[in-house]
Nanobody, 125 residues
């Protein structure tokens, strides 16, 4: 069974870069046709897709966040990492990593095969 686990700081100061890592167990992030996404949910709002890294290492980001987002991977550790720069309090959210066996993006939980439990990130001075 594939399991995903987010890790990173729970508190980030405004203007800093938020970095979160998703560690995958029970399956490889290079497994053919799987796409590994970052998704967030601000308080009182719906899910927002941030971006993904594919099984082959290509990346794609939400147009609204693209200028501040990068996603990298470490295949030796079976991890992928989100970097979100110049954060503001509006970036406060529960951040999830998730995966599915097709390209594209979705904000529906049912469209993903696997989810992490989520990690709360607060942006505050």
């Amino acid at each position: 069974q594939v399991q995903l686990q987010e890790s990173g700081p729970g508190l980030v100061k405004p203007s800093q870069t938020l970095s979160l890592t998703c560690t995958v167990s029970g399956g490889s992030i290079t497994k053919n046709y799987y796409y590994w996404s970052w998704i967030r949910q601000p308080p009182g709002k719906g899910l927002e897709w941030i971006g993904y890294v594919s099984y082959g290492g290509s990346t794609y980001y939400s147009p609204s966040l693209k200028s501040r987002t990068s996603i990298s991977r470490d295949t030796s550790k079976n991890q992928f990492t989100l970097h979100l720069s110049s954060v503001t309090p509006e970036d406060t959210a529960v951040y999830y990593c998730a995966s599915r066996a097709r390209a594209g993006w979705s904000t529906s939980r049912n469209d993903y095969d696997y989810w992490g439990q989520g990690t709360q990130v607060t942006v505050s001075s």
